[in-house]
């Protein structure tokens, strides 16, 4: 079945990504999920989607939220997440990736963010459906370009430019997530963490989940996978990612990519590069 990859245990299970040529930073997404789960993963980009069916469970910013059918899910860049179905037959479900710089770009404001990742408003949320879905079909470049505006139009009523304070500030564990980000290919032990802020791996470890609500590992995988993406989107053969990003092999690469993403490497790389 197309779109389907081939770890999805449950064949109604289906997941599907789409790049919109000549705008960059733009990653477009679909999806009917009924059992599937994901493990935690980040997007350094805005995620903004709709529910169209169903009611999805997702754990971002260390709260669990649930979002219901004619929800706007509006989720910050580099939030670590999950994803699973809060309904019986799943939930089906449109998403938008959005680079800060091209938001930016498009809005001509920087610094968005969004203070509530779920939103109920049934007429927002069918309106961002038809954007997202006229999107996906388009091959024209103008009309593309006019539905990202219009796009930008809706979400700005819910959007925030003044962060408080505390939003601004670093944590002094921001300096674990720099050295995982930047290692990212290297064998990286819990006592080497532990060494950058000067406490036992058990203190450290118990403490670094009070702040990030996950464990060190999960996050760099994380973010081993994020750069994976960007490494096949470049063109880069899956194998070859494996290695770039410090997983074992392409068959670990495998695993990983669809726990977090719900498509094998191969699949994404040939969905985004096809056109």
Known sequence: M??????????????????????????????????????????EAFGIGTID???????????????P????????????????SASEGGWQYRMIYLEPQRLAALTGESGWWFDRAVRHHPQDARSLSQILANLWQSDDALEREGLLLSLCDLLRPHARTARPPEAHSRHR???????????LAERITLTDLASLMSLSPWHFQRQFKAQYHVTPHQ???????????QLLIEGMLPADVAAAVGLTDQAHLTRSFSGRYGITPARYQKQVRHR
């Open 173 to 183: 564990f921001d300096t674990v997530r720099d050295y995982l980000r930047d290692n």
């Open 2 to 43: 197309e779109g389907v990859p081939e770890q999805f245990s449950f064949e109604q299970d289906r997941a599907s990504f789409r790049h919109l040529p000549g705008i960059p930073g733009v990653e477009l997404y679909r999806a009917h999920i009924t059992r599937y789960a994901f493990e935690p993963h980040t997007h």
């Open 219 to 229: 996050m760099l995988m994380a973010f081993r996978l994020f750069q994976a993406r």
């Open 53 to 67: 069916r169903g009611a999805e469970r997702f754990r971002y910013r260390g709260e669990l939220h649930l979002a």
């Open 69 to 84: 059918v004619d929800s706007l899910v509006l989720m910050n860049p580099d939030e670590l997440h999950t994803g699973e």
